[in-house]
């Protein structure tokens, strides 16, 4: 009986004193709002993405509450990240997170496609129309 209780107030105080593999409960708290930064980081890397492809290829000079609102993005508080936009394709997203770690967006510092050039009738007066082929399936 003695054991148990002995067990019992030992666990109690790696929870409550914030000692243990976990680094307790404030250990906790910080992984969990860690990964909620990390998470509000891939889903605005990716509204980053849908607006470049959406806005005439064009990445947002910067980020503002207004335009998380316009991208449907309300509950994600810009002051745990920095967004830089490199070029005309290219942005860097970067997560600020507990520890002085941080962590970069999957899209950050990559080239992103260029507006693709539209398909221009030639003026040479050729009226020649293809049809597209069919593969041909081998079984």
């Not at 849908?50 to 994600?76: C, F, Q, R």
Request: aromatic residues 6%; contains cysteine.
């Amino acid at each position: 009986m003695l054991i148990k209780i002995i067990l019992a107030l030992a666990i109690a105080c790696m929870f409550m004193g914030g000692i243990g593999a976990a680094g307790g409960i404030t250990g906790l708290k910080t992984a969990i709002a860690d990964k909620q930064i990390v998470s509000n980081s891939a889903m605005l890397d990716k509204a980053i993405i849908n607006w470049y492809t959406s806005h005439n290829y064009e990445l947002p000079e910067s980020l503002s509450k207004d335009m998380l609102a316009i991208m449907g993005l309300h509950d994600i508080d810009l002051s745990k990240f920095t967004y830089t936009k490199l070029s005309d394709n290219k942005f860097r997203l970067v997560a600020n997170l507990s520890g002085k770690k941080i962590e970069t967006s999957v899209n950050s510092d990559r080239d992103l496609p260029v507006k693709p050039v539209s398909d221009v009738p030639s003026s040479s007066g050729s009226s020649s129309t293809s049809t597209p082929s069919t593969p041909e399936w081998q079984w």
